[in-house]
Each structure stands twice: as C-alpha cells, then as structure tokens.
C-alpha cells in the first residue's frame, strides 16, 4: 500500500511496479523526477500517430525556442553595440566639454601669467624709457636754467642741439 511507503527507494520500487496503475503522480509525490517520470511514462503509452504528432509539436516547439533563443542573442548583441556607440559618443562629447572647459581654464590661467609676466616686462621697459626720457628732459631744463648754455648741454648730455631746444621750449 502506497500510504505504507518509508523511504524513496521503497517509493521508486512501487512507481515502477504500479506505474500503469496510475494517472498522475500520487498524493505527497511532488519532486520533481517522479512528475519526469510520470511524462515519460505518459509518451510511451502514445499510439504511433500520437507519437508522430508529439514528436512533430516537440520539433516545432523546439525550433522555435532556438529561433527565439537566437533573436535574443542577436538583440542582445545589437543592443550592446549600439549602446556602446551611444554611450561612447555621449562620453566623448561630456569629456570633450568638461576637457575643453578645463584646458580653457588652464589655458586662461598660464595665458593670464604669462601676460602679466610679458606685460610687466614690456612696462617696465617703457616705464623706465619714459621716465629716463622725462629725468632726463628735467636734468636738460636744470642745466639750461642755472645758466649753462645749450652748447654746454650739448657737449656733455650727447644730444643734438635741436633735441635740447625742444626741450627747453616744449611749445615751439
């Protein structure tokens, strides 16, 4: 009696001796091998023509798994492509943004340095050549207005004699 049954062996030993007794898997038979089992059993009680018409429906079934199984793939490998040309143009064009703001703020920083080194070269230069040329102008008038003559200027500060008149009299 089934309801007598200790342990799976004596469970299998009584399936395989029953087993056209049965329609479904008894009460409490719920793993797995014996459903199998069951299944299997079922197809081999199939008449020829039932055979042939679930070998055919297992083909067609089969067929169709494997068509879908490969438009997975390929969709899969599709998808992956073009996601990573999206993904690869997004990243490209955020790290040519944030590159270009970047090399731009680098760019302004040393730019700006190397201006104000350049500028403050450049400057200093004129600075010092304009206040040479108005120290200079200053010592000329000095000279002139504590008597020396332009000929005097002349001979000592190196300058033509028309520079000095020009700077004695700025108006003329």
């Known amino acids: 009696q089934w309801s007598e049954l200790t342990n ?3 469970h299998w030993l009584y399936m395989l001796k029953h087993l056209t007794e049965f329609n479904s898997p008894p009460e409490g038979l719920n793993d797995e091998i014996f459903t199998r089992l069951f ?5 081999a009680n199939l008449s020829e023509s039932e055979l042939e018409e679930y070998e055919r429906s297992l083909k067609v079934f089969r067929d169709n798994y494997s068509a879908m199984k490969t438009a997975i793939e390929k969709g ?19 790290g040519e943004a944030i590159g270009m703001e970047k090399g731009e703020a680098i760019g302004m920083e040393k730019g700006e340095a190397i201006g104000l080194q350049k500028g403050e070269a450049i400057g200093m230069e004129k600075g010092e050549a304009i206040g040479m040329e108005k120290g200079e102008a200053k010592m000329i008038r000095a000279l002139y207005n504590n008597g020396m003559s332009i000929e005097q200027i002349e001979a000592s500060a190196g300058l033509s004699r028309e520079k000095i008149i020009e700077i004695i009299n700025p108006e003329k």
């Open 8 to 10: 799976r062996i004596d």
């Open 39 to 43: 299944e299997t059993a079922a197809i």
């Open 76 to 94: 899969h490998s599709a998808g992956w492509a073009e996601g990573l040309v999206e993904g690869e143009a997004i990243g490209m064009e955020k």
